[in-house]
């Protein structure tokens, strides 16, 4: 599976953002997602997931209510609405899938990732 980000920006606080992941390769479908961040110095942390028929969510605790993961199998897309934007919200955001059949907040449960894409929030 390869995955391919887009979304991000330059953005002020309070405004919002949507990230894309688009997924080439087999059986997107049966992938659970999420979407981890890295902000400069701090190690990479899980945002949000999602499993396989979308029935399923977490978040971290910092974006619930703020942060909406969805899917679109159909697509092949996983997506990532950002709303109420904060500054510490700035971070290279990336997308990851993995085989399993819960979502887990473990990046090293993940078998595939994208290349990742900035947000940045000026406050």
């Known amino acids: 599976v390869q995955l391919v980000e887009s979304g991000g920006g330059l953005v002020q606080a309070g405004a919002s953002l949507r990230l894309s992941c688009a997924a080439s390769?087999?059986?997107?479908?049966?992938?659970?997602m999420a979407w981890f961040r890295q902000a400069p110095g701090k190690e990479r942390e899980f945002v949000a997931g999602?499993?396989?028929?979308?029935?399923?969510?977490d978040y971290l605790d910092s974006v619930k209510g703020r942060f909406t993961i969805s899917r679109d199998n159909a697509k092949d897309t996983v997506y990532l609405q950002m709303n109420s934007l904060k500054a510490e919200d700035t971070a290279v955001y990336y997308c990851?899938?993995?085989?399993?059949?819960?979502?887990?907040?473990?990046?090293?449960?993940?078998?595939?990732w994208g290349q990742g894409t900035q947000v940045t929030v000026s406050s």
């Open positions: 990851a899938a993995d085989r399993g059949l819960v979502v887990v907040t473990s990046l090293y449960e993940y078998d595939y």
């Open positions: 999602i499993n396989w028929d979308g029935g399923s969510t």
């Open positions: 390769g087999r059986a997107f479908s049966s992938y659970g």
